[in-house]
């Protein structure tokens, strides 16, 4: 006998939901391994004594991180997620018939607390992984991407000379010619939505007669120098090979080697250099290492990040750079052989060049100069071919040759190239992931704040997921050698 369900629609008076989610469930093993009690202590002085309570604390910070962990960025779309979740309402905190927090609750929430309480959070977090031993600290691979921010290019406005002065009359000529106006017979045949669009449209370009539209052909012209945008400030125009120009920020990440467990992020402005945010960078991750005793030893990043100044850093902190040297160096100069004790070159008629002064280039780089004597020259045989129309030889080095030099034969040693492709099998593969399947598509919030606090979740959600993954396996570990222990003693 063929069977068939009756949905009736019943109330249920007896339901208990730690009953239905099972104990191997994602989120249940999640709030048992989360403490976050200490938020409320962090988060006290944000709020007044007195008014209505608002928003847990501990809530708010679940509700954010099931975002990133789910890979929904909207905050409407996480409510609607998350009431029909049993596991995620038991995660969260909330009875079945209980309802949840507004959108907008959320949203004033994420901007009230300030980014110095998510790092705490993430403190904690990276806490735990170096407690179940996935992080060892001595070696970190650093890279950076880009972010969409929450801006479009369409917004951007062309920037005011701070002292323009406004014309008062118009130029006298010829006036503008009228838009073109359609054919009568074309306006009657055309549909009542095409007739509306094209009603909305002229009218957005008289209101707006220099917005970026009309001259998106020309978007290759778009400048940071030129053009803001209003809406997000702090976002910057950037470009990456293959892609399309977007208003983003930069997601600086470092990435211990041991599990692939996230050890900093921050964001930066995406029109600046890899290279100017390492010294800050190194200098947080160390003091992160050092409060759980350990140590830097091994720094790992692309070319982006090379700069005389990092390397010499990174070697009086104790830290091996393994950056490869930008293609335009050269350790050698032609036809010049250098001698470090007297800090001079000697050319191929044995004269020598010793360092005269230092100088900086147009970017603020340090070089060194080298000067060969005036008499020297002009009595040389060679001097010809060398400097025909010049009174003397002179050599222009950086001011950290030594270091460029130390890094450009690193970088071509068997560990050199082992350490090439530690980088690409740790940091790529963990800001695919952000970027894909933790929310970092695409920032929803403005401001640079704002997308530190996102890149920051995102991290914490990450590891989480890391510890989650790995903290079985050494419990199991620790079971079956204390196991074997107590055979022993049988």
């Known amino acids: 006998m063929q069977g068939k369900k009756q949905f009736t629609d019943q109330v249920v008076t007896h339901f208990r939901l730690s009953e239905w989610v099972t104990t191997h469930n994602f989120y249940r093993r999640l709030d048992a391994l989360l403490e976050l009690g200490f938020l409320y202590e962090a988060s006290q002085d944000l709020y007044s004594h007195t008014g209505q309570p608002s928003l847990a604390p501990v809530v708010f910070f679940k509700l954010v991180l099931v975002g990133y962990l789910e890979n929904i960025t909207s905050d409407r779309r996480l409510l609607e997620h998350c009431a029909m979740r049993l596991d995620l309402l038991y995660f969260l905190g909330y009875e079945l018939d209980e309802a949840l927090p507004w959108h907008s609750t959320v949203s004033r929430t994420r901007q009230l607390y300030p980014?110095?309480?998510?790092?705490?959070?993430?403190?904690?977090?990276?806490?735990?992984?170096?407690?179940?031993?996935?992080?060892?600290?001595?070696?970190?691979?650093?890279?950076?991407?880009?972010?969409?921010?929450?801006?479009?290019?369409?917004?951007?406005?062309?920037?005011?000379?701070?002292?323009?002065?406004?014309?008062?009359?118009?130029?006298?000529?010829?006036?503008?010619?009228?838009?073109?106006?359609?054919?009568?017979?074309?306006?009657?045949?055309?549909?009542?939505?095409?007739?509306?669009?094209?009603?909305?449209r002229q009218a957005k370009r008289q209101r707006e007669p220099a917005s970026l539209g009309a001259t998106r052909p020309h978007a290759r012209l778009l400048?940071?120098?030129?053009?803001?945008?209003?809406?997000?400030?702090?976002?910057?125009?950037?470009?990456?090979?293959?892609?399309?120009?977007?208003?983003?920020?930069?997601?600086?990440?470092?990435?211990?080697?041991?599990?692939?467990?996230?050890?900093?992020?921050?964001?930066?402005?995406?029109?600046?250099?890899?290279s100017l945010h390492l010294?800050?960078?190194?200098?947080?991750?160390?003091?992160?290492?050092?409060?759980?005793?350990?140590?830097?030893?091994?720094?790992?990043?692309?070319?982006?990040?090379?700069?005389?100044?990092?390397?010499?850093?990174?070697?009086?902190?104790?830290?091996?750079?393994?950056?490869?040297?930008?293609?335009?160096?050269?350790?050698?100069?032609?036809?010049?052989?250098?001698?470090?004790?007297a800090d001079e070159y000697r050319c191929g008629a044995d004269k020598p060049l010793p360092f005269r002064k230092y100088s900086t280039k147009?970017?603020?780089?340090?070089?060194?100069?080298?000067?060969?004597?005036?008499?020297?020259?002009?009595q040389c045989a060679h001097k010809g071919n060398c400097v025909p129309y010049a009174d003397y030889k002179q050599l222009v080095r950086s001011a950290f040759d030594a270091a460029y030099r130390r890094a450009w034969h690193r970088q071509r040693s068997r560990r050199g190239q082992y350490m090439h492709r530690v980088r690409q099998g740790t940091v790529e593969p963990v800001f695919g992931n952000l970027l894909h399947h933790y929310g970092l598509r695409r920032i929803n919030v403005r401001g640079r704040a704002g997308a530190h606090k996102s890149m920051l979740l995102a991290a914490i959600a990450y590891n989480l997921k890391k510890l989650l993954r790995y903290a079985p396996k050494q419990q199991l570990g620790v079971a079956l050698s204390a196991l074997a222990t107590a055979w022993t003693a049988l």
């Open 115 to 200: 980014a110095a309480l998510f790092e705490q959070l993430f403190d904690r977090i990276f806490s735990l992984c170096v407690q179940q031993g996935l992080v060892a600290g001595n070696t970190q691979t650093v890279d950076s991407a880009p972010v969409k921010a929450n801006a479009s290019l369409d917004s951007l406005c062309e920037k005011q000379p701070v002292h323009a002065v406004q014309p008062i009359l118009t130029v006298v000529g010829s006036p503008p010619k009228p838009p073109a106006t359609p054919h009568p017979a074309s306006i009657r045949s055309a549909p009542a939505h095409q007739l509306r669009y094209e009603a909305t």
């Open 223 to 274: 400048s940071n120098k030129t053009h803001y945008s209003p809406t997000g400030p702090e976002a910057r125009i950037s470009i990456k090979p293959g892609k399309v120009r977007a208003l983003n920020y930069l997601c600086s990440l470092a990435v211990d080697t041991t599990k692939g467990v996230i050890s900093h992020v921050q964001a930066d402005l995406a029109d600046s250099r890899d």
């Open 279 to 341: 010294p800050g960078l190194v200098q947080r991750l160390q003091q992160r290492l050092q409060a759980h005793e350990l140590q830097l030893r091994d720094l790992v990043a692309d070319t982006g990040y090379s700069n005389g100044f990092n390397y010499a850093l990174l070697e009086h902190q104790g830290v091996t750079p393994w950056i490869p040297v930008f293609g335009q160096y050269k350790p050698e100069a032609a036809g010049f052989s250098y001698h470090a004790a």
């Open 362 to 378: 147009a970017d603020g780089a340090w070089v060194k100069h080298y000067r060969a004597a005036y008499q020297d020259c002009q």
